[in-house]
């Protein structure tokens, strides 16, 4: 039997990025498919229930379907290679990974479908090559790309907010790639799962769609080559003379990443409240089963950003991923728990601790679903 997996993917998918990166880093052997491959319909779906990418087929013929499912599925296997041993740095990686896939959302759906001047025939090439080469293909590209340009305005980006994302996210870019001035990745020299997470965003939309590919390379030059190095099997850090090879020693979160999370927090923070409320809000009118699906978007919130209203979509899948940071919090003894929820009241992150849904979501049979 072979030791080559199967990645249904799409370069130009923000989750597939994630996926894809873990198994170059971890040399995994691996070829990739497009889902317009006729054997994502006949032989995957059946077994991965939802038609989303990346899902992944190994060897031996089990679909994982969700690339937090993918990486997971390797970490539990290999000893968890992606996953530091100090509480701090734990705490921070699954936070990251939070943030990339859902927290970033918006400047990544603004940027590829508001700037089509720049983008749009970039974007059409990657969404056209993945449809089958038959006579419906120019019908079934243009309706999933006029599908996926009203994205952006369901995370809250209309003209009355597009300066506000736009100016969060530069303000971002600086101050992430101050901190890979001194550390090839987040928690120093080798990358975390919170590594993973955070390239989803800044790779296939951020780093690659022309417009914001042209900012990321002008302004954080240093972010860009994180997003090439992330690509890379090696560790890629030539420009580093000191560097070394491991997370950081003594648990130690530096205070150039602690600003990132401070960035970050003026609307994650208030976005995951009023997710929070909202789907706390849904869970007591609607009382779902134990393993009813938990869908992707249970309705909308609204939280305040300097000063503007914003709307955008409550998802239970923030909350399945914010779990796993209560998870390690939780674990930890007293004196662990005041170190951690000390760090992250410093970068005004500390109420994630305590923002929960009333029910817990769980991954079963390559679904997410509610718990008891």
Request: with cysteine; charged share 25%; net charge negative.
């Amino acid at each position: 039997m072979s030791d080559t997996h199967t990645l249904y993917a799409i370069t130009h998918s923000l989750y597939s990025g994630r996926a894809r990166s873990y198994l170059i880093k971890h040399q995994i052997p691996f070829r990739e498919l497009s889902t317009g491959h006729e054997s994502f319909k006949a032989d995957v779906l059946p077994k991965a229930k939802l038609p989303t990418i990346p899902t992944l087929v190994t060897p031996a013929g089990e679909v994982i379907r969700d690339g937090a499912a993918i990486i997971e599925h390797f970490e539990a296997a290999n000893g968890r290679p992606c996953r530091p041993s100090g509480p701090k740095q734990q705490v921070v990686s699954a936070l990251f990974d939070v943030i990339g896939t859902d927290g970033l959302l918006r400047p990544a759906m603004h940027y590829r479908w508001n700037y089509q001047e720049d983008n749009l025939a970039f974007v059409r090439y990657h969404f056209f090559h993945s449809q089958r080469d038959m006579p419906t293909r120019d019908d079934k590209t243009e309706h999933m790309m006029g599908r996926m340009q009203q994205v952006a305005q369901v995370w809250g980006v209309n003209e009355s907010t597009t300066a506000l994302v736009e100016a969060l996210y530069l303000e971002f870019l600086n101050v992430l790639n101050a901190h890979f001035e001194d550390y090839a990745y987040l928690l120093g020299w080798r990358p975390c799962v919170g590594d993973f997470g955070l390239l989803a965003p800044l790779y296939a939309h951020l780093g690659r769609d022309p417009h914001p590919a042209r900012i990321m390379q002008q302004r954080a030059v240093r972010v860009y080559r994180w997003v090439e190095r992330m690509n890379r099997a090696d560790q890629d850090v030539p420009e580093y003379f000191d560097a070394g090879s491991d997370f950081l020693a003594g648990d130690d979160v530096p205070q150039s990443l602690l600003n990132v999370l401070k960035v970050v927090a003026e609307d994650f923070v208030p976005e995951t409240r009023a997710a929070a409320d909202s789907i706390n809000q849904w869970l007591k009118d609607n009382a779902p089963d134990s393993g009813d699906a938990a869908e992707r978007f249970l309705g909308q919130c609204q939280f305040e950003l300097r000063g503007q209203t914003i709307t955008s979509a409550a998802q239970p899948y923030r909350f399945f991923l914010l779990q796993r940071v209560h998870a390690i919090y939780d674990a930890l003894d007293a004196d662990g728990q005041r170190s951690v929820q000390q760090m992250l009241d410093s970068c005004a992150m500390g109420e994630l601790l305590s923002l929960r849904l009333d029910r817990p979501v769980a991954q079963v049979d390559n679904l997410e679903v509610w718990g008891a």
